[in-house]
């Protein structure tokens, strides 16, 4: 027998198993290790072209937005958000903009806060942002002060819109709240 076999003879057939075991797993991550390794991999989507000034578009164009949700300007945040079918811009319909409004209207937020922006490609970016209800007025101070939402900025001929999120941006997908 092999030297690494060598002390085979003497054990348990426990740990014989076990050794026979662990040597074959040990061989089968090997080979199928290197036979991964030949593979070509696929060349990912197109990226976009980004500069500073595309961050500063959407940023500005979120701050317009929070400033007339501040004001309770509804009408003016509504006409900011458009709906995008089929790589075209268009209006929301009316039972959306009523969902909306009547979303718009019963959160009364101190302010609107910047959470995060995932630029992926010029239609799938995604701006999480937060309505902050109060402030809190001590570091162990529990109380959830936030609620969250998301945006979709999209670039269309050189021009950043803002447009709806669905639920698959809000990747709440696998959340155990939403499935009572």
Known sequence: ??????????MTL?????????VTLLLLCLFTGCKDRNKVEATPEESMTLSAADTTQVVDLMNRYFDLLVNKDFDGAMSMVSQLRNDSLVEMDSDMQKHYQMGMKIVSPIRYQLESIIFRTESDCLIR??????????SDDNRPNKMFYAIKPVRINGEWHLTVAD????NTRDSKIDKF
């Open 14 to 22: 426990k740990k014989r198993v076990l050794a026979v075991s662990s």
């Open 1 to 10: 027998m092999a030297p690494l076999f060598k002390n085979l003879e003497n």
């Open 167 to 170: 639920d698959n941006d809000m």
């Open 129 to 138: 942002y937060s309505a902050v209800l109060f402030d809190k007025e001590s």
